[in-house]
């Protein structure tokens, strides 16, 4: 089964940013039936209020964290969004058979329109042609995607059908990948999802030292009203629950949550453990980053490598594509 996803280039990744894509990602590369493609999304990040001076750095920094994370180039294709142009070449023939008004009940336009007032362009109301665009023109047959992406990936297939109904079969329809996946919210707003947005302090980079990461444990939001308001806590047992793999640590966990659930969970306690376990669990993170980050060449030849391959079936697609719209003469 081919597998593709993506992910933006736009600063550092967080914790929830991991357990929300990149372990699923890992997981279905290491399963020998699927054939996985994982992109470095930057045509979707310039959507955003960006420094291009940056970009470059981001673009690098997330393929490296990507290889560090466990992301195999021998398992899985990872390349670069923009190297390959079929992927705008077959948005523009998307949009010729996108209408209107599904675009505008996209959901996920008006939530990032609100955020940047100063800044709706076409680029965010057309991500989701985009978005088929990447999938199609590689004839994906499954996208793991998380519950905010659905709506586009339903677009996706609609797409295929559209375009295969009145063209001529070209395309799979892919269905969703919707894994279980825990809900990290804030650690200053647990009523919030986690988000750079939200200051440093809010959320925690898988690149934090153990140092820093105890300090943001110690000061993130638990209980609070007097006890009254347990989302603070129940959001660390979240977090403690999603990176305990051990049978000691889910035993830790059983007995942190009956606590929590009694009114008589020991924070001291229970923060120090926490950071220490997030912390333990990125080890060979680090020292797998720390080594590629004095090796960027090796980085870059992963995208070429990856590029080389994307390309190949992408033109293919797109030669397909063409003939079918009678535009080969």
Not at 51 to 63: A, V
Not at 92 to 105: A, D, K, S, V, Y
Not at 130 to 138: F, G, R, T, V
Request: aromatic share 10%; glycine share 6%.
């Amino acid at each position: 089964m081919r597998i593709l996803s993506g992910i933006q280039p736009s600063g550092e990744l967080h914790i929830g940013n991991y357990l929300g894509a990149i372990k699923n990602w890992i997981k279905l590369q290491n399963d020998s039936k699927n054939e996985c493609w994982f992109f470095v999304a930057d045509y979707h990040s310039i959507t955003e209020n960006y420094d291009p001076k940056e970009k470059p750095k981001e673009i690098l920094d997330l393929t490296a964290d990507l290889l560090s994370l466990g992301l195999d180039p021998e398992k899985s294709v990872i390349f670069q969004q923009s190297q390959i142009p079929g992927h705008t070449d077959l948005t523009w023939i998307f949009n010729t058979i996108t209408p209107l008004g599904e675009l505008e009940r996209m959901t996920q336009y008006k939530d990032k329109a609100a955020s940047q007032k100063q800044n709706i362009n076409v680029g965010l109301f057309d991500y989701p042609v985009l978005m088929a665009a990447d999938i199609l023109i590689y004839k994906s047959e499954a996208v793991p995607v998380g519950e905010d992406q659905v709506q586009h990936l339903e677009l996706t297939r609609e797409t295929a059908r559209r375009f295969n109904d009145r063209f001529g079969k070209v395309f799979p329809e892919p269905k969703p990948l919707l894994t279980e996946t825990p809900r990290i919210m804030s650690l200053i707003d647990p009523t919030k999802k986690m988000s750079k947005s939200g200051g440093e302090k809010s959320y925690i980079a898988i690149s934090d030292s153990p140092e820093t990461i105890q300090e943001k444990i110690k000061t993130a939001v638990s209980d609070t009203g007097g006890g009254k308001d347990k989302r603070g806590g129940y959001n660390l047992l979240e977090i403690f629950n999603a990176f305990a793999e051990t049978k000691e640590e889910k035993s830790d966990y059983s007995n942190y949550k009956r606590y929590h659930e009694e009114g008589t969970l020991k924070y001291a306690e229970f923060k120090p453990a926490l950071a220490n376990l997030i912390a333990n669990y990125f080890a060979d993170y680090r020292k797998k980053r720390a080594e590629l980050s004095g090796n960027p060449d090796y980085v870059k030849k992963v995208l070429a490598d990856g590029a080389q391959k994307a390309s190949a079936v992408a033109a293919k697609t797109l030669q397909e594509v063409k003939q079918k719209l009678g535009l080969i003469i």
